[in-house]
């Protein structure tokens, strides 16, 4: 069976072209510039030029690349005419990706709602938006189902869960950001989810999997308080997710604080049954680093979604980088293993990185040295979860392996084996220099994993 090295991104963090082949505006394109975020507008300009980030990515050995196909670039306004225009580039890209044998992974959605949706219906509050979501996905898997083996829904599905992001990346523009809303905008993106899911089913031989940004939270002690709040937050924000793809059904114990609590999903027994009679094909995530949890300041009676806001610090045992993200490749292991054990489906790791602000001075080598280490301790951490505790995994996909903006739009932070010459406000000439990672995954990945 083929094991997938690969490399991950979204559309807006590498197209550019953002006006350009009938695009209509995402609520990224009007995003304003600042001191450390770069506008989306040009991007690494794979509109025009991916040619020579996929000549990289085979030459680095790599047999997979995920990327996202824009809503907006694809549908007038998200609910409007199709754009058989940028169907058309999709289309070009995809191919380019298959000759030279990197296999097509494809997410319909990552965060970049249609500016029309969020600000007539705010975005996946409104079951409106959701179906406007499904009719887009069914058509580009209609386009697409016979080149392209492996689907995602929505990337890192379970920030719907939090209430510090979930309304910032569903396309949320007005309102209170309540309770109930959280709610109304998780449900409505797994009946969405749902729905795409049974339709590739339906109607292609492909596979498709939910996917979530895997939070793996540590007590902060061994205080029977901080053990529940962990456990708590891994319920509601991880093992419901989790519960659906596997087993139909939201947690029971998510449910329980719904009915206890009255809060209101506008859910229907009808989306139940929905869950109830699918099936997924893998359980993929991303896996970047953990972090620790403190019952000490967590209100009373607190919705669990909510426990980080109050409760999270940081884990003494751990390193951070400069981002503040808390290096843990035992962690990792442990996300694999915990999958694994409880829902007995094959998992795969899509994305994983380290961003660290890098500078190149035109002439000698990046020696990104922290980031060899950060990916083989990682990558180590991986085989030892397939080899020692049994844990099937598809593949592994790094974040950004030829830099991109980062999710808030800022250049500084690169996660890339290649660097790109530009800033979050000088585009200068784009051009595309190796760093000493590089070479490591060549190796790496000729040797499938052995040479690390």
Same mark, same amino acid.
């Given at each position: 069976m083929t094991f997938y090295w690969g490399n991950s991104?979204?559309?807006?963090?590498? !197209?550019?072209? +953002?006006?350009?082949?009938?695009?209509? #505006?995402?609520?990224?394109?009007?995003? !304003?510039?600042?001191?450390?975020?770069?506008?989306?507008?040009?991007?690494?300009?794979?509109?025009?030029?991916?040619?020579?980030?996929?000549?990289?990515?085979?030459?680095?050995?790599?047999?997979m690349y995920r990327i996202q196909i824009s809503w907006s670039r694809c549908v007038k306004d998200g609910c409007g005419e199709f754009? =058989?225009?940028?169907?058309?580039?999709?289309?070009?890209?995809?191919?380019?990706?298959?000759? /030279?044998?990197?296999?097509?992974?494809?997410? #319909?959605?990552?965060?970049?709602?249609?500016?029309?949706?969020?600000?007539?219906?705010?975005?996946?509050?409104?079951?409106?938006?959701?179906?406007?979501?499904?009719?887009?996905? *069914? @058509?580009?898997?209609? =386009?697409?189902?016979? *080149?392209?083996?492996y689907w995602l829904t929505f990337n890192e599905q379970n920030l719907y869960h939090n209430p510090d992001t979930a309304f910032r990346i569903a396309g949320y523009r007005k309102g209170e950001e309540t309770e109930d809303e959280l709610y109304q905008i998780l449900h409505n993106v797994m009946y969405s989810h749902v729905s795409i899911v049974n339709y590739v089913h339906e109607t292609t031989d492909a596979k498709i999997g939910g996917m979530l940004a895997y939070s793996l939270v540590y007590p902060l002690t061994c205080r029977p308080a901080d053990i529940y709040a962990a456990g708590k937050w891994d319920e509601f924000m991880n093992q419901t997710l989790l519960e659906v793809f596997a087993n139909g059904a939201y947690s029971e114990e998510m449910m329980q604080w719904v009915r206890t609590h009255h809060i209101d999903m506008k859910a229907s027994e009808s989306d139940f049954e929905l869950f109830r009679n699918h099936y997924e094909d893998y359980i993929a995530f991303s896996y970047y680093s953990s972090s620790a949890l403190s019952a000490d300041n967590i209100p009373e009676d607190c919705t669990p979604?909510?426990?980080?806001?109050?409760?999270?610090?940081?884990?003494?045992? #751990?390193?951070?980088?400069?981002?503040?993200?808390?290096?843990?490749?035992?962690?990792? @292991?442990?996300?694999?293993?915990?999958?694994? @054990?409880?829902?007995?489906?094959?998992?795969?790791?899509?994305?994983?990185?380290?961003?660290?602000?890098?500078?190149?001075?035109?002439?000698?080598?990046?020696?990104?040295?922290?980031?060899?280490?950060?990916?083989?301790?990682?990558? /180590?951490?991986? *085989?030892?979860?397939? *080899?020692?505790?049994?844990?099937?995994?598809?593949?592994?996909?790094? +974040?950004?392996?030829?830099?991109?903006?980062?999710?808030?739009?800022?250049?500084?932070?690169?996660?890339?084996?290649v660097y790109v010459n530009r800033t979050n406000h000088d585009l200068r000439d784009m051009k595309r220099v190796k760093k000493k990672s590089f070479a490591w995954f060549q190796k790496m990945i000729a040797s499938d994993g052995e040479e690390l």
């Open positions: 991104v979204s559309s807006m963090q590498t !197209e550019g072209g +953002w006006n350009e082949g009938g695009k209509s #505006l995402s609520v990224y394109d009007i995003v !304003e510039p600042a001191e450390n975020r770069s506008d989306w507008h040009f991007a690494n300009d794979n509109y025009h030029h991916f040619e020579e980030d996929l000549d990289l990515m085979k030459e680095a050995g790599m047999n754009n =058989e225009e940028g169907i058309a580039y999709y289309d070009r890209l995809i191919d380019a990706m298959i000759s /030279r044998g990197l296999e097509p992974m494809v997410c #319909l959605y990552h965060f970049d709602m249609p500016l029309y949706l969020a600000d007539t219906y705010n975005g996946f509050l409104s079951r409106r938006t959701a179906e406007f979501f499904i009719r887009f996905a *069914k @058509r580009i898997i209609d =386009e697409f189902g016979s *080149k392209v083996k979604n909510y426990y980080m806001r109050y409760g999270k610090v940081d884990n003494p045992n #751990l390193k951070a980088t400069e981002w503040g993200w808390q290096i843990d490749p035992e962690g990792f @292991r442990t996300v694999l293993c915990t999958i694994s @054990r409880r829902y007995h489906m094959p998992v795969f790791p899509i994305e994983n990185g380290i961003g660290v602000q890098e500078e190149w001075d035109g002439v000698r080598m990046i020696e990104d040295d922290y980031r060899i280490d950060y990916h083989r301790s990682h990558i /180590r951490a991986m *085989k030892q979860a397939v *080899k020692i505790d049994g844990v099937q995994v598809l593949g592994y996909l790094g +974040w950004g392996l030829i830099d991109i903006l980062s999710s808030q739009g800022d250049m500084r932070k690169r996660y890339g084996i």
